[in-house]
Nanobody, 115 residues
Framework: QVQLVESGGGLVQAGGSLRLSCAASRSIFSFYHMGWYRQAPGKQRELVAT???????NYADSVKGRFTISRDNAKNTVYLQMNSLKPEDTAVYYCNARGNYEEYWGQGTQVTVSS
């Protein structure tokens, strides 16, 4: 069992930046896929960004060029650097870890972008 704890959310003005962190309770080396997803009120959860164990990244079109995902296996942590934030980025952001036979979600962290 793995616990994922997100942090770094908050209230920011449009154009600002936030850095989200996802700390795992054990090594993330075995997870071939780690990612960030978000869910806005009244909407379905959607993919924001993912990163494989080899470092390959994938981004939703809406965040390309503004967000950067990274992972530090030594610290068992995944990050999401969010720049040039827009009001439409407002959502609860969730961390996800996926292995061959297991998948885990964090509890989420709220990001609110004011116009």
């Amino acid at each position: 069992q793995v616990q994922l704890v997100e942090s770094g959310g908050g209230l920011v003005q449009a154009g600002g930046s936030l850095r989200l962190s996802c700390a795992a309770s054990r090594s993330i080396f075995s997870f071939y896929h780690m990612g960030w997803y978000r869910q806005a009120p009244g909407k379905q959860r959607e993919l924001v960004a993912t990163i494989t164990s080899g470092g390959t990244t994938n981004y939703a079109d809406s965040v390309k060029g503004r967000f950067t995902i990274s992972r530090d296996n030594a610290k068992n942590t995944v990050y999401l650097q969010m720049n040039s934030l827009k009001p439409e980025d407002t959502a609860v952001y969730y961390c996800n870890a996926r292995g061959n036979y297991e998948e885990y979600w964090g509890q989420g962290t709220q990001v609110t972008v004011s116009s």
